[in-house]
């Protein structure tokens, strides 16, 4: 059975860094095809993929972000850790990490999706 | 970047009712879209990936057509614990986007 559980502070001050763990059991990151990304929703809004590292230590970040963010994996640990820069009010939300798998391959390709997710953990950024 | 849209942004229906929900990308994705379920306060559930395949242990009333750009989620006959906001989710390239969502609620 595959879960992951996200943690790190609920409240944290404008202009301070993020520091967010994932720590999941049931898999491993070090299996070909499996990743795990982080995805976040402010409250009340849409959902926003923010980024996802692969067994191979491929890293992929959104790009509106992608100054801010860095995500690395402890294989050793079971865990993905996120950290965000400079964090604004306006990245008020909960944040979730999701695991990413190959869930079905045709002829030509490989179709992969977040299918366990862990619970989510609010953040609020506030003085 | 490829942008995602849903529509509608919410329907009202009734227990039994068949429910269509639309989801756009601004440039082909082929088959490369996810559906997920949201219920509030819950982390989304996936339902369909690869445009058209289902979950393991979704209700086969959910269901997910489309290829390219144009998708659809349909729920065959709605049962109440669909009420829930729904999202799609494109992984044909990077970034990764959600649509909007749409939610389901009771008429």
């Known amino acids: 059975q595959i879960t992951l559980k996200e943690s790190g502070p609920t409240l944290v001050k404008p202009t301070q860094t993020l520091t967010l763990t994932c720590t999941f059991s049931?898999?491993?990151?070090?299996?070909?095809?499996?990743?795990v990304g982080w995805i976040r929703q402010p409250p009340g809004k849409a959902l926003e993929w923010l980024a996802l590292?692969?067994?191979?230590?491929?890293?992929r970040y959104s790009p509106s972000l992608k100054s801010r963010l860095t995500i690395t994996k402890d294989t050793s640990k079971n865990q993905v850790v996120l950290t965000m820069t400079n964090m604004d009010p306006v990245d008020t939300a909960t944040y979730y990490c999701?695991?990413?798998?190959?869930?079905?391959?045709?002829?030509?390709?490989?179709?992969?999706?977040?299918?366990?997710w862990g619970q989510g953990t609010m953040v609020t950024v506030s003085s | 970047d490829i942008q995602m849209t849903q529509s509608p942004s919410s329907v009202s229906a009734s227990v039994g009712d068949r429910v269509t929900i639309t989801c756009r990308a601004s440039q082909g994705i082929s088959s490369w879209l996810a559906w997920y379920q949201q219920k509030p306060g819950k982390a989304p559930k996936l339902l369909i990936y690869?445009?058209?395949s289902l979950q393991s242990g979704v209700p086969s009333r959910f269901s997910g057509s489309g290829s390219g750009t144009d998708f659809t989620l349909t729920i065959s006959s709605l049962q109440p614990e669909d009420f829930a906001t729904y999202y799609c989710q494109q992984a044909n390239s990077f970034p990764f986007a959600f649509g909007p969502g749409t939610k389901v609620d009771i008429k």
């Open positions: 049931g898999f491993s990151l070090s299996t070909s095809g499996v990743g």
């Open positions: 690869a445009a058209s």
């Open positions: 999701a695991h990413r798998r190959r869930l079905y391959c045709s002829s030509t390709s490989c179709y992969s999706a977040f299918d366990i």
């Open positions: 590292i692969y067994w191979d230590d491929d890293k």
